[in-house]
């Protein structure tokens, strides 16, 4: 969602330049714009792939304030984004990582994945424009996340699944292992993909598996998971 962003809704990127600030209001909106002239949900399973190939179906406004402040809070600085398309919510994930390198020492890496090359260019000149070198602290993993993710991963503090739901629990047991003991993953859209998602919370749920799951009630949910690895 789009919100006002005023004195009872304060943007916790207030301080970013308004050239990347401007740009992501430009961005939500056009995402917005799109979403409200078409149903993701009723696209036939067998022509999604193409059907969205050039949507940008981006991360709600409201999300990415949200996860932005939670990777200031737990100084989340090697991040992993499974599903960029045109790279919105990654521009996020970059500010607060190079943030947190700032504060914190150590290096920043936001390693962002999407299997569409006309998409993943879209979002290289959208980071172009963002008026931000934090952009620099992209690695952007040109396409299937199974492929993408299956090596080159450090230790991870946050990942971030905002992609198609048969995707999330492949890309969450890859990153699994290099999971740090409290490692944060934000999955999009819990209740309305509530099906989708089954396979992965069955496993997030299992008892036993090390997560701890929460619903923050966002429009249409945003789940939060933690991790420490059972010991
Ligand atoms: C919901 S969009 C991501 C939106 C983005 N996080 C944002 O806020 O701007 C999901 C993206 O995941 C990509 N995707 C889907 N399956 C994928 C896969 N197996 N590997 C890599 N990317 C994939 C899609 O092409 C789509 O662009």
Same mark, same amino acid.
């Given at each position: ?7 009872? @809704?304060?943007?916790?990127?207030? @301080? ?11 961005? @939500? ?27 940008? /179906? ?9 996860? %932005? ?21 990654? /521009? $996020? ?32 000149? $959208? ?17 299937? !996340?199974?492929?993408? !993710? ?9 990942? !971030? ?16 292992? @290099? ?23 069955? %496993? ?9 799951? /929460?619903?923050?009630? $966002? ?5 939060? /998971?933690?991790? $420490?690895?059972?010991?």
């Amino acid at each position: 969602m789009s919100i006002p962003n005023d004195a009872a @809704h304060p943007n916790p990127l207030a @301080h970013a330049p308004s050239a990347t600030r401007a740009l992501l209001a430009r961005l @939500h909106a056009a995402s917005l714009a799109q979403e409200s002239s078409f149903d993701l949900r009723a696209v036939p399973a067998d022509t999604f792939r193409t059907a969205v190939a050039d949507k940008f /179906i981006a991360l709600d406004e409201d999300k990415c304030q949200f996860v %932005y402040q939670l990777l200031r809070a737990t100084g989340a600085r090697a991040i992993v984004e499974a599903g960029t398309s045109f790279g919105v919510s990654t /521009i $996020y994930l970059a500010l607060a990582a190079a943030e947190n390198a700032a504060a914190l020492g150590g290096d920043a890496v936001v390693i962002g994945t999407e299997h569409e090359p006309e998409k993943a260019e879209r979002a290289r000149a $959208y980071w172009r424009e963002a008026g931000t070198r934090a952009v620099d602290v992209i690695d952007l993993r040109v396409g299937d !996340l199974r492929e993408t !993710l299956a090596s080159g991963l450090g230790q991870i503090d946050f990942l !971030l699944l905002d992609i198609w739901t048969p995707m999330a629990l492949p890309a969450l047991k890859l990153v699994q292992p @290099h999971l740090r003991p409290g490692a944060v993953i934000v999955a999009d859209n819990p209740v309305a993909s509530a099906k989708g998602y089954a396979e992965l919370f069955d %496993y997030v749920r299992a008892p036993g598996s090390g997560f701890t799951s /929460i619903n923050v009630p $966002y429009n249409n949910g945003l789940e939060m /998971i933690v991790y $420490y690895p059972p010991k």
